[in-house]
């Protein structure tokens, strides 16, 4: 029973991870139909800004705020340099051209910053435990379970609430409409490129805080699995993508906890697999975008 | 045309007379200059050129055969390593210094293999790599022989239960923990649990959990995990409040892991050499410094350097260029004086037996000398 608990704080607090990296991905896509892989260099972006904030002497507070401003800096300038000037270009252009991003990012990084993994170090007491009742539970997978769900709930009261929420869940349903009725949809695209900044800057400052280091490929595999969690939730859809993020982790902890010795090296592959399966039983994906882009 | 054909005459002429002709040595080195063998092929090369610098200035090895270095880029694919070692080999490489890693250095001696051109891994130190043929040499100590004394370490600490952290996906990070138990075993110690785990792999809870739940519960943690799944492996290893003992490969010998602050507080782990006051090591360190502007900061720039050793008293020894004899006088090599440590070849399967320093971190992320010691090359866990 301890156990399962345990696992299960721990299969939540990484499907967090991936609910926002997969949160991100959904929100650009619903409104620029650009799946965009260069998202992981957004994270990756994110921890070294907390990484040289350290290193200039911040207090890690600081350093964390000015990881998150970071991710959004990036993800914005991404925008601006690169996507801006392929909007309406068909989906295999803009998908090559998210490849082409993340792989200068990389290259920048590793020559610029280090090949190696940096450390990053938070105050001991920041990776510490708790105990309630027998069972003890670590203080950073618990934080990060709160922060995922403050955040998805900070996003949803965005998206319900406000103007700038409003169009753009409008943008994703028609954004030729959204023009003709006098929104600037170059604002609206902005402000969904900060959002999925922000959110993979949050995911920064977890990874880092439960990983302890940086390097230059720190994004890129996390980001792949919030991808397939975006397509297992519904390619566009904002709630299946934060449902499939949790799916998949859930399920990635659980093969790695209790899947007998012998199959463990397949634990990626009966994941997979599962993805395919649920695919083939709901091929729109889990929670399907209202209007259905299939991957 | 007369003119073209000519000198293409002339060219091939060259080409297959490469080696006879030859008045200096061409050394091929891949080099990962990104990917996950960067930092590992980064250091270790700019160590070898340096010491191949260093010898050339003085007139080449053995003072009279000067090297020509031809550096390819990998990107730590294995395709494009076999691409490049083919190109070198093109361009009249009579000897090719291999990745850091087992995987790339069978891939490039599977190429050399035609030729008997002597190949040498820049770090990789799984025992399987030399299986490829008589032509494949590693030059750091092997995982068993780190294995093995690290074991014997940790018998010593009266340590009597270890659980394992491996990950198939790469020999080293399967072999080193494999070795480490078969040794432990054979010294009265017991192999209570073992995890597996897949490189870069996102999260490390799970495993955790289910170390932490274990009963008996184990006094030793060993894995041979390198960065970054290192530091998530330990920081969720601690952050879920399990103290126990962990110990680790070479890999661990690193900066980064040093930085971790106290997650790391107490980690021991295997390392090539540890430069002491006054050592030939110490000596490369300031000479290098002086040289470059940068502090070697692991083994791989002085292992790097010891390859340049290696070869030269290779050549010596073989009193020729010629590949199969350099690679036949390389196997024969007894007690060559290295600056890491010595090395010898002879009645090994051309994993140098050298000498293993175990070591530990220390609160305040520095490194601290606990041993040195050479594995019984009677005892040691066969790969």
């Not at chain 1, 949803?156 to 169009?167: H, I, K, Q, Y």
């Not at chain 1, 390097?215 to 859809?237: C, H, N, Q, R």
């Not at chain 2, 003119?3 to 007379?17: D, M, N």
């Not at chain 2, 340590?159 to 790469?170: A, G, I, M």
């Amino acid at each position: 029973m301890e156990l399962l608990l345990q696992q299960t704080v721990n299969a939540l607090s990484l499907g967090g991870v991936y609910a926002m990296l997969a949160l991100g991905l959904a929100i650009v896509f619903s409104i620029v139909r650009l799946i965009n892989f260069a998202h992981g260099e957004i994270m990756t972006f994110g921890g070294y800004g907390i990484f040289l904030s350290l290193v200039f002497g911040f207090p890690p507070v600081a350093a964390l705020i000015i990881g998150l401003a970071a991710a959004v800096v990036m993800a914005l300038a991404m925008e601006r340099t690169a996507f801006r000037a392929m909007r309406g270009a068909d989906v295999v252009s803009l998908l090559i051209t998210s490849f082409a991003v993340s792989e200068i990012l990389k290259v920048l990084f590793q020559n610029g910053i280090s090949a190696r993994p940096v450390p990053i170090t938070f105050p001991a007491s920041w990776s510490g435990t708790y105990q309630v009742g027998d069972i003890t539970f670590g203080v950073v997978p618990t934080v990060s379970i709160l922060v995922t769900l403050a955040a998805l709930a900070g996003l949803t009261f965005l998206l319900r609430r406000t103007v700038s929420g409003m169009a753009m869940r409008a943008a994703a349903e028609d954004i030729e409409m959204l023009r003709l009725l006098g929104i600037r949809a170059n604002r609206v695209v902005a402000v969904a490129f900060a959002l999925s900044g922000l959110l993979a800057g949050i995911a920064a400052v977890i990874w880092t805080a439960q990983r302890g280091s940086v390097d230059p490929m720190m994004g890129f595999f996390p980001v792949l699995k919030a991808f397939i969690a975006t397509v297992l939730g519904g390619l566009g859809s904002l709630g299946g993508a934060v449902l499939g993020g949790f799916a998949i982790g859930i399920v990635e902890v659980l093969a790695q906890a209790f899947l007998p010795e012998t199959l463990a090296p397949y634990r990626d592959a009966i994941v997979l697999a599962a993805v395919i399966a649920a695919l083939l039983w709901r091929p729109d994906g889990l929670l399907p975008a209202a209007k259905t882009s299939r991957s | 045309m007369k003119l073209k054909f000519a000198f293409l005459a002339a060219a091939s002429a060259a080409a297959i007379t490469g080696t006879a002709v030859a008045d200096e040595y061409v050394i091929g080195v891949m080099s990962a200059q990104s990917g996950y063998l960067a930092p590992y092929d980064g250091p270790a090369y700019a160590g070898f050129q340096f010491c191949i610098d260093e010898k050339n200035a003085a007139g080449g090895l053995n003072g009279n055969l000067k090297v020509k270095t031809i550096v390819k880029d990998t990107r730590s694919d294995i395709a494009e390593g076999v691409k490049v070692v083919q190109e070198m080999i093109d361009e009249g490489a009579q000897f090719i210094v291999s990745s850091a890693d087992a995987d790339p250095t069978i891939a490039a001696a599977q190429i050399t293999m035609a030729d008997n051109i002597p190949t040498m891994t820049f770090a990789g130190t799984a025992p399987v790599l030399t299986q490829v043929g008589p032509h494949v040499f590693g030059s750091y100590p092997a995982d068993n022989q780190q294995g093995a004394v690290l074991a014997s370490y940790a018998r010593d600490q009266g340590l009597e239960r270890v659980w394992l952290v491996k990950s198939p996906d790469s020999a080293y990070t399967l072999g080193g923990p494999e070795y480490f138990g078969s040794a432990f075993e054979s010294l009265g110690g017991e192999v209570i649990g073992e995890s597996l785990y897949s490189l870069n792999q996102p999260d490390f809870s799970a495993i955790v959990t289910n170390i932490k739940a274990a009963d008996p519960a184990p006094d030793v943690i060993v894995t041979w995990a390198w960065e970054p799944d290192f530091p998530a492996f330990i920081k969720a290893l601690r952050g879920a409040g399990v103290e126990t003992q962990v110990m680790g490969g070479d890999v661990l010998d690193t900066p980064t892991v040093r930085g971790l602050g106290e997650v790391v507080d107490g980690v021991v782990h295997t390392s090539g050499g540890f430069p002491d006051e006054g050592s030939a090591y110490a000596d490369f360190i300031a000479r290098f410094e002086k040289a470059t502007g940068t502090t070697p900061d692991n083994n791989y720039y002085v292992n790097g350097c010891d390859i340049a050793n290696m070869i030269e008293q290779a050549v010596a020894a073989a009193g020729s260029t010629d590949p199969a004899a350099v690679s036949a006088a390389m196997a024969e090599i007894k007690d060559g004086e290295g600056v890491m440590s010595n090395f010898t070849f002879a009645g090994t399967d051309r994993m140098p037996l050298r000498d293993v320093v175990v070591a530990g971190i220390t609160a305040d992320g520095k490194k601290e000398f606990i041993l040195r010691s050479t594995a019984d090359p009677e005892t040691l866990p066969k790969p």
